[in-house]
């Protein structure tokens, strides 16, 4: 970790550069394949039926009725948090 600042100030905002977005959602997308023989249909269905999903969150305020895990409330175990932050 201690890499990172020195990377930071070598080539400017991580935002830039950092591939840690399209990794995640790589994460995403790998067990979606159930198909050996129709990888690219079974992603398609999976981006197709997200995406829908999402748009039907927006559309009608519905986070918390269509969310696939549930919301996490008060504290996680294990974390810290300032007395200032409240």
């Not at 990377?7 to 990794?23: D, K, N, Q, R, T």
């Not at 079974?42 to 969150?57: A, G, I, N, W, Y």
Request: proline share 7%.
């Amino acid at each position: 970790l201690l890499h990172i600042a020195n990377s930071i100030e070598a080539m400017g905002p991580v935002w830039c550069y950092w591939a840690f977005p399209m990794e995640q959602y790589c994460g995403k997308l790998q067990p979606s394949i159930r198909s050996h023989h129709f990888p690219y249909r079974s992603l398609d269905r999976f981006v197709l039926e997200s995406t829908q999903l999402t748009q039907l969150q927006i559309l009608y305020k519905l986070h918390d009725e269509l969310a696939l895990w549930p919301t996490r409330r008060g504290n996680i175990p294990g974390s810290f948090q300032s007395e200032s932050c409240r």
